[in-house]
């Protein structure tokens, strides 16, 4: 799956492989040997021999390849129109604009036709007419895949005009009649004739608007008003929804549904692998520029993941509403961020990335709470939720690098009182002084995948790593406030028990 948004590597990036046709006319397109295909032919084509040749058949998405894809697969061989069904952020948007990736490089229309009629079989009523009179000098032009690709989010507020057209007024006062069907002023699903349209959230679209897609999607023809106009449409129609839509904020009307060819099911991560590679390749933590961006350390990158999965397996999470992959996108932005501000309020050096630390992490809980739909029995205590939540998956992510691994170096350097002062102000520099040498410190940066690293800030991103998962398996004390946490030695228990009662008389 990816994030649904397509931020990144949206269809716009989609680019031809080979060198534009020579071909501007009829007459050389014919002489060039081009065999007219239908999309949905051309997609069959192209994605078999991607199979074939063991090549990425969906670039950027995570986590689908044996859930969604094959289902995808087998309904695009199928020549079927699709529908993708899952929960928000699971990556829907992001899946039908690679198949643009499945069109070919070079597409040839008859220039100046508003809906992209192959000059083999023209359709409107122009372009017939153009190649009555004009024959083998009938103009060509070609379009990338990019250009064959629309895209509508369904809003309440859509009109049959949108989707499929209206009269056009301007056109009328010109002097044409009504009766002329060059008054007609073609919506986007003809004008993406010959290409791929995709409907985002189909159910928020009103059911007597829905009703105007039921020809295009069986006859495959579309009619404008009172006009006896039927133009054969060459089109691949793919729509997504979240599946609570049916009864939430909308419903797709059961002839629509039945006029799909096949309903896809997509899902969260599966897996913790998955959810990372998720993060790594959509979280934009390197801006360039002057100010490049920050080092996020595997086992921050691996403690947001967890801390994603636990609040989607949350009961006081509503589960119907989900948790987007934006979710876990967003902390390790703001991770990075958290690292940069570190740096330049710190003065830091400007020829070291900054490196995001453990620290910074539970700053982000504010930010990242209006992305939870909560149950309403947890009204109130949101951020206690979230952060508690963190604190696990930061537990877990210690047990799971650092479990078994000799930490008496660290844990020595307690033992007279001593205590070491951290936060997200204080720089990696000044954290290293305050610890001061810790025997064993290159065992658990390696166990860290920092193998090698010799930067004060993966060293102190290290060291505080550690410090919070002794805490938090009570190895260690922990006191914090004004964004400053001050470790110490494990007080006993009755020692604890009237700290906390001390906190609760404040």
């Not at 699971?90 to 000059?119: F, M, V, Y």
């Not at 033992?415 to 990696?428: K, M, R, Y």
């Not at 290159?442 to 690293?453: Q, V």
């Not at 800030?457 to 004390?477: N, V």
């Amino acid at each position: 799956m990816c994030e649904d948004g397509g931020r990144r590597r949206s269809v716009g990036r989609v680019q031809s492989q080979s060198p534009h046709p020579k071909a501007s006319t009829l007459g050389e397109l014919r002489a060039s040997g081009h065999v007219y295909r239908s999309v949905k032919q051309e997609i069959r084509d192209n994605l078999l021999a991607r199979m074939r040749a063991g090549q990425d058949r969906f670039p950027g998405i995570v986590g689908f390849d044996q859930t969604v894809l094959p289902h995808v697969e087998r309904a695009l061989l199928a020549g079927h129109d699709v529908i993708l069904l899952g929960e928000r952020g699971q990556g829907k948007t992001r899946l039908i604009r690679t198949l643009a990736t499945l069109l070919d490089d070079w597409s040839p229309l008859i220039a100046g036709c508003e809906i992209n009629d192959h000059p083999y079989q023209p359709a409107c009523s122009r372009c017939r007419r153009l190649a009555a009179d004009l024959g083998d000098d009938l103009p060509v032009t070609w379009r990338q895949p990019t250009d064959r690709y629309g895209e509508k989010l369904a809003t309440p507020d859509t009109s049959v005009g949108d989707l499929i057209g209206d009269i056009d007024p301007v056109k009328v006062a010109e002097g044409r009649t009504l009766g002329d069907p060059e008054t007609i002023h073609f919506g986007l699903v003809p004008r993406t004739n010959r290409g791929i349209f995709s409907l985002n959230e189909l159910p928020d679209l009103a059911e007597r608007i829905q009703v105007a897609l039921l020809n295009v999607l069986e006859e495959r023809d579309i009619g404008v008003r009172g006009y006896a106009l039927r133009l054969p449409l060459d089109i691949v129609l793919v729509a997504s929804a979240n599946p609570e839509d049916y009864t939430n904020r909308g419903r797709i009307i059961t002839p629509l549904k039945d006029r799909f060819g096949a309903e896809v099911r997509t899902h969260y991560p599966l897996s913790l692998n998955s959810e990372l590679d998720l993060i790594a390749q959509e979280a934009e933590v390197s801006w360039g520029g002057k100010d490049p961006g920050a080092v996020l350390p595997a086992h921050i990158t691996e403690i947001i993941a967890r801390f994603t999965r636990l609040v989607r397996e949350s009961p006081a999470v509503d589960s119907r509403s989900g948790v987007s992959a934006r979710f876990a996108i967003a902390a390790a932005e703001s991770a990075a961020a958290a690292a940069v501000r570190r740096s330049a309020l710190a003065a830091e050096p400007r020829d070291e990335l900054p490196v995001a630390r453990v620290g910074d992490l539970p700053a982000i809980v504010s930010t990242l709470r209006g992305k939870v739909e909560f149950e309403v029995s947890e009204e109130g205590r949101e951020e206690e939720v979230l952060s508690h939540l963190l604190r696990r998956a930061t537990a877990e992510t210690f047990r799971a690098r650092l479990g078994g691994a000799d930490l008496s170096g660290l844990l020595d350097k307690f033992t007279d009182g001593t205590t070491i002062v951290t936060g997200e102000l204080v720089p990696a520099a000044e954290l290293l002084r305050r610890t001061g040498e810790v025997p064993g410190l290159a065992k658990i940066m390696e166990r860290l995948g920092m193998e090698g690293g010799e930067a004060f800030g993966e060293a102190a991103a290290a060291i505080e790593f550690t410090l919070e998962g002794l805490y938090l398996l009570r190895r260690l004390s922990k006191d914090s406030s004004d964004g400053l946490s001050v470790y110490g030695q494990q007080l006993s228990p009755r020692h604890e028990q009237d700290k906390a009662r001390r906190r609760r008389r404040t």
